[in-house]
C-alpha cells in the first residue's frame, strides 16, 4: 500500500516549457486534490476533484490545467511555466468516510528558470 | 471567505520544555479543524482533528489541541518537546458547506525549532 505517490520528485524547467505532474492513490479515494506550497504562504489549493469525472478551481488555478484520469489518477499540467510557478507542488486524496482527512503524497520540487 | 491565522512564524524552544502553537480562524459557524506537520523533505501528516464533540483532542506524538469557539481558536500544545518534534506545522479548516468536496484551508505554517 504505496498511498499518494507523485512523480517527479524534482524538475528544472525553462520559460515557456510544458510539463505534467504526475499523481496517483492506492486507498480507493473518491476526492484528490493539488496544492502549491510557497514560503510564508501554508499551502493553497490550485485544482481539485471531489468525484471521479468532475473538477474545479481551487484558490490559484491561473496556469494550470488538470485531469482526472480515473479514479486512481489526479495530472497536473503547465502548458508554459512561469518563474512565478516555482514551487513544491503536494498532491492529496481523500475518502468519503466522512473523516475529512487528506492524506498528501511526498510532493514534486519545481524550479522555472 | 474563510482564513486560518497562525501566529506565529516561527518558534524557537528547548528540548523538554513545553510548546504552544497558535491557530486562529476567521468562521463563527461549525467548520472542522485539523493540524498537520511536515517533516523536511517530507509530505504532510495529520497530527489531530477536531470534527465534534470533545473540545480537547489528543493526536499523535503526544500532541493535543483545544477548540474554543468563542475564540475561535486551536492552539497545538506539547508538554515536552523532543529534537525529532522540529518540524513546519500547519493548521487547517473545512469550511462551511465543504463536506463534499473535503477542501481545506491551510494556515501560513509554523516552523517549531527544537533546541538541545
Known amino acids: 500500500n504505496a498511498g499518494v505517490t507523485q512523480t517527479p520528485k524534482f524538475q528544472v524547467l525553462k520559460t515557456g516549457q510544458s510539463m505534467t505532474l504526475q499523481c496517483a492513490q492506492d486507498?480507493?479515494?473518491?476526492?484528490m486534490y493539488w496544492y502549491r506550497q510557497d514560503p510564508g504562504m501554508g499551502l493553497r489549493l490550485i485544482y481539485y476533484?471531489?468525484?471521479?469525472?468532475?473538477?474545479d478551481k481551487g484558490e490559484v488555478p491561473n496556469g494550470y490545467n488538470v485531469s482526472r484520469l480515473n479514479k486512481r489518477e489526479f495530472s497536473l499540467r503547465l502548458e508554459s511555466a512561469a518563474p512565478s510557478q516555482t514551487s513544491v507542488y503536494f498532491c492529496?486524496?481523500?475518502?468519503?468516510?466522512?473523516?475529512?482527512?487528506?492524506?498528501f503524497g511526498p510532493g514534486t520540487r519545481l524550479t522555472v528558470t | 471567505a474563510q482564513s486560518v491565522t497562525q501566529l506565529d512564524s516561527q518558534v524557537p524552544v528547548f528540548e523538554e520544555a513545553p510548546v504552544e502553537l497558535r491557530c486562529n480562524y476567521s468562521?463563527?459557524?461549525?467548520?472542522?479543524l485539523f493540524w498537520y506537520v511536515q517533516y523536511p523533505n517530507q509530505g504532510l501528516q495529520l497530527l489531530l482533528k477536531?470534527?465534534?464533540?470533545?473540545?480537547l483532542v489528543k493526536g499523535i506524538n503526544g500532541f493535543e489541541a483545544e477548540f474554543n469557539k468563542s475564540q475561535t481558536s486551536f492552539h497545538l500544545r506539547k508538554p515536552s518537546v523532543h529534537i525529532s518534534d522540529t518540524a513546519e506545522y500547519f493548521c487547517?479548516?473545512?469550511?462551511?458547506?465543504?463536506?463534499?468536496?473535503?477542501?481545506?484551508?491551510f494556515g501560513q505554517g509554523t516552523t517549531l525549532q527544537v533546541k538541545p
Open positions: 487547517a479548516v473545512s469550511p462551511p458547506g465543504s463536506s463534499n468536496t473535503g477542501k481545506l484551508i
Open positions: 477536531y470534527l465534534s464533540g470533545s473540545t
Open positions: 468562521s463563527s459557524v461549525s467548520v472542522y
Open positions: 476533484s471531489a468525484s471521479e469525472g468532475t473538477t
Open positions: 492529496a486524496s481523500r475518502s468519503r468516510d466522512h473523516s475529512y482527512e487528506q492524506y
Open positions: 486507498m480507493n479515494h473518491n476526492s
